[in-house]
């Protein structure tokens, strides 16, 4: 209907008609067409714009790929908190053994050997027992003591085995045993000793001295079997022959009897034979090698790298450091309520 108005409209003023009321019509179509023509841009805009406000926008294939490669870089940000760190043990693993069982276990030698180790196990006491307990009391656990061992070797197997957490048994540091082994840092040094039989040693000395006799010595000399001492003995006197017994009162009592020229030790075992024996001293002399050391350490595994560590630690924080003289002094009664018994 509108085209066809506006059809109409056209035809009559291309005809060139004048009179008054087509001219009016032909203005009044032209004003309605105008308006019509102004509305429908108006709305027809605003129609438009909120249609591209909603409707989403297509990309074009290029703009879709840069965006995809875009969003892929982009780490995706956690909808959790951040990851909580890793925890770690409470305790080195060698320690934190001893803590979970609750109680340190310490090898000790079988046999009595007064002033480090002497008692029923009910009640054990000595220097060498003193240090395990404070070693435990530090660690806040119980101390068990095994006393299975026959030898000093024998001890240093228990610990190598992992049969016990260390050892504390008079054990001297040796290149041979630090194979296996580890030690701490000594706890006493001593000079190494000969306990000889007067007659016999005037009968090697033939108009020498002393001093020459020892450098040169020759003989049978006694060794507690399984010790350091043996291999102590083939180094310092190698022209010498190695007797090994089972204990030291066995190697004490053939020097006595004269069976042997002399027994090879410590010289705090050496000290500690005058002390207890008086009644021998006439026929034993003692002699301290003042070029020679022997040091006890504490036995650990050789995993046992923290431990280790531990041990020295309290080791250097110890107020007295033992000698051989305060030793046998701090133990003087043990030895004279020894001697009353024996009496």
């Not at 087509?22 to 179509?29: F, G, K, Q």
């Not at 006799?213 to 022959?241: C, H, M, N, W």
């Not at 250097?316 to 009496?343: C, G, H, I, N, P």
Request: charged share 20%; glycine share 6%.
């Amino acid at each position: 209907m509108f085209q066809k108005l506006m059809t109409q409209s056209f035809s009559c003023l291309w005809r060139g008609k004048r009179d008054v009321k087509a001219d009016r019509w032909s203005r009044t179509l032209l004003g309605g067409f105008a308006l019509v023509l102004f509305l429908g841009l108006t709305f027809g805009a605003s129609d438009g714009a909120l249609a591209v406000s909603k409707a989403p926008i297509a990309a074009s294939p290029a703009a879709s790929a840069t965006r995809t490669a875009a969003a892929s870089s982009t780490p995706a940000r956690s909808t959790t908190s951040n990851p909580s760190p890793t925890v770690l043990p409470a305790m080195p693993p060698d320690i934190q053994r001893i803590l979970d069982r609750g109680k340190l276990t310490v090898a000790v030698l079988g046999q009595d050997n007064a002033p480090f180790f002497m008692g029923n196990p009910g009640h054990l006491e000595g220097l060498d027992i003193q240090l395990a307990q404070a070693l435990a009391d530090q660690l806040g656990v119980s101390l068990e003591v095994t006393r299975s061992a026959q030898t000093f070797d024998q001890v240093v197997d228990t610990v190598y085995g992992q049969k016990a957490d260390l050892a504390i048994s008079k054990i001297s540091r040796t290149l041979k045993r630090a194979q296996r082994v580890r030690f701490s840092r000594p706890y006493l040094r001593m000079r190494q000793g000969l306990l000889v039989n007067r007659l016999q040693m005037a009968e090697q000395t033939q108009g020498r001295s002393i001093v020459e006799t020892i450098r040169d010595l020759r003989g049978q000399v006694g060794v507690i079997e399984g010790s350091s001492y043996v291999g102590f003995l083939k180094q310092k006197f190698p022209q010498a022959s190695i007797v090994e017994y089972p204990t030291w009162e066995d190697t004490v009592g053939a020097v006595v009897r004269g069976d042997i020229l002399a027994a090879y030790r410590d010289e705090l075992e050496i000290k500690k034979v005058v002390r207890t024996r008086p009644d021998a001293a006439l026929q034993l002399q003692t002699i301290a090698l003042t070029d020679t050391q022997d040091s006890l350490a504490v036995v650990l595994p050789w995993s046992s790298a923290h431990l280790l560590a531990f041990v020295d630690q309290y080791l250097d924080t110890l107020a007295t450091q033992y000698t051989v003289d305060t030793v046998l002094d701090e133990y003087a009664d043990y030895w004279s309520a020894q001697r009353l018994k024996q009496s």
